[in-house]
């Protein structure tokens, strides 16, 4: 992992940051590769999560070094070559798709080069990327979710929306409030099926936002009719 310098003043509260299990999880590469970017990306912005991971890292460096020696599972080897030829090259690791982006998290600014990632208009003020990882799925009987960055410009939003399965959000520049709370940057906001609520970037820096959803969004109001007779028309 690569730590980068941050100009935030303000560590991410307690409540808004990875736990420690999930944590773990990222050490351990125990994560599906969209969760671990998006941890990833948190540690950059967090010093206390950064603290917790090195501390597992060390510790676990340690026991391993006392160890005794397994035979390697089948498969192991092909696994790891697997996972570095998704590496990003030296070229794409050092091309900023542009001048704003380069206020993000080195990860995330690297994953886009790979992806070679567009943006696409949501609303007016908002627009997302998507980050060409496999969809996650929360379960067998819903449609599955995303893996989007989104660029929000001050007093913007996504339409008000509640959701079928879960969704992790992490800010990493600006910030927005979204009726419950207000989220800055390294914070994590976790929204469940009871939760509706609508995003708003706030006044100040351009609010970029990487999202993680195991089921599509529900939209509500005028918009949320025409998302389901869509849908509805989509399945004749």
Known sequence: MTNIETTQTEAPAPDRRFGEEILLDYVTGSLDEATALMVAAHLDLCPDARETVDLMTRVGGALLDEAEPVAMRDGAFDAVMALIERQPTDAQAGRVIDDEL???????????AACGGKWSFVTPGVKAMDLGFEAPQGSADSAPGEVKLYR?????????????????????????????????????????PEITHRPIAEAGDTCFALAITD?????????????RALSLGGSD
Do not use: C, N
């Open 102 to 112: 380069s206020a993000l998290p080195q990860v995330i600014q690297d994953r886009i």
């Open 152 to 192: 929000l410009e001050q007093g913007k939003g996504v339409p008000t929306h509640t959701h079928k399965g879960s969704e992790v959000t992490l800010v990493l520049t600006g910030a927005f409030a979204d009726g419950r709370d207000r989220f800055g940057p390294g914070e994590v906001s976790v929204a469940s």
């Open 215 to 227: 089921a599509p969004l529900q939209l509500t109001g005028a918009l949320g009719l025409v998302q």
